[in-house]
């Protein structure tokens, strides 16, 4: 699953080429401009490595704690992972808060000013995103997931429309068509019966219900993605750190209270001292979430929020890679198609807009001469 932090990391920046030394004019412009350059590039390597390491990590943890036994038990707590999970990135947050009020000197706030009303409305969405998204692997495949996961573009567009009152875009009805096109190619050219695992893609009772969990996570995307949004433009202290905290402040306490209210709270804690085995998996579940959402964050300050769409691209198709290798799922060629499609959608799609506007342009032309 995509971490949804991300959505939340999107302070603006500058490219890579904006950024110059104060001294350049003091040396030699060739050797200078080769330095920073380089100094660029490997920093640039260094953030874009990161984030594919850390959510290859999230990714295969995430689906060993799905699928392995442990003594014959499977860890199937979901509220305590989301629980987990946002302890992890609220210290994250937390930590990055006073980071930068101490380096840009400015007033120390965790709150913003939003309204406690705005964070639990958002937050309950966040969490549903997450509870519905972690629920659905118990019932399909990670690539599955990832791959449906990835048609957010759906339901935060329907929100955008609902929540913030915008309107959708020409692109975006585009991303949209690609998504679908994509998922259809995915879920409905299943691989030969002769491939192992191969009945992971019929379509039984409890596949189709992992797909409803899907479809669940996804409304709750349409949800906090674009109220997130409206937080941001309506509080102007609101920093990306600070949305970051208090979405997992309040996703962890709504975890908190639903994983003691129906006892998976004290279970868990008796199959973590049972199979104490399960620790290693837990601890890098939580650090990968959290040090790929700082990486995101340094990434998208970096580089802009082009060069994120295109680093989560990548890492997309080599979680889908690792998990069918490593876990065995079997994919064939026109699903890879179906993959290759969602994933890239985003970019393919201002393409077929210039190509529907020249098409209008010249048939608009054509009309006036005749």
């Known amino acids: 699953e995509e971490n949804t932090d991300i959505a939340a990391l999107t302070a603006p920046a500058p490219t890579i080429d904006a950024a110059v030394p104060k001294d350049a004019e003091t040396k030699p412009p060739v050797e200078s401009e080769e330095q920073h350059t380089w100094g660029e590039f490997l920093v640039l390597g260094f953030y874009v490595v990161g984030v594919w390491v850390s959510f290859l990590v999230f990714g295969w943890t995430q689906e060993m704690l799905a699928a392995q036994d442990f003594e014959g038990k499977k860890f199937n707590f979901t509220h305590v992972s989301v629980l987990l999970q946002s302890v992890a990135n609220m210290l994250t947050a937390f930590i990055a808060i006073v980071l930068e ?21 958002a937050s309950l969405g966040y969490q549903g995103a997450h509870f519905f998204g972690f629920q659905s692997l118990q019932y399909v495949s990670f690539p599955v997931q990832i791959v449906c996961k990835s048609c957010k573009t759906i339901p935060v567009m329907i929100g955008e429309v609902l929540i913030a009152g915008e309107r959708a875009t020409l692109k975006k009805f585009v991303s949209v068509i690609l ?3 994509g998922v259809i190619l995915f879920l409905f050219f299943k691989p030969s019966k002769k491939f192992k695992h191969a009945d992971e893609f019929e379509f039984t009772w409890t596949f189709l219900y992992g797909l409803f969990l899907i479809l669940l996570a996804l409304i709750c995307d349409g949800i906090y993605g674009p109220y997130q949004n409206k937080i941001r433009n309506k509080y102007k202290l609101c920093g990306a750190f600070n949305l970051m905290f208090n979405m997992n402040m309040f996703q962890g306490l709504f975890s908190f209270i639903w994983a003691v209210g129906d006892g998976e709270l004290q279970e868990a804690f008796h199959f973590i001292q049972t199979h104490s085995r399960v620790v290693p998996y837990l601890v890098n579940f939580c650090a990968s979430m959290a040090v790929g959402s700082s990486f995101i964050y340094l990434l998208q300050r970096k580089c802009g929020a082009l060069m ?6 990548v890492r997309k198709l080599m979680s889908v890679l690792v998990s069918a290798s490593y876990f065995g ?27 529907i506007k020249s098409l209008q342009g010249s048939s608009t032309k054509k009309a006036k001469t005749a």
């Open 179 to 181: 998504l679908s096109i």
């Open 308 to 313: 994120v769409s295109k680093t989560t691209t």
């Open 101 to 121: 009020t101490l380096i840009t000197k400015k007033p120390f706030t965790v709150g913003a000013g939003v309204r406690v009303q705005d964070w639990i409305v």
């Open 329 to 355: 799922h079997p994919i064939s060629p026109v699903q890879w198609i179906g993959v290759v499609v969602v994933f890239t959608s985003k970019f393919t799609a201002p393409y077929f807009v210039n190509l």
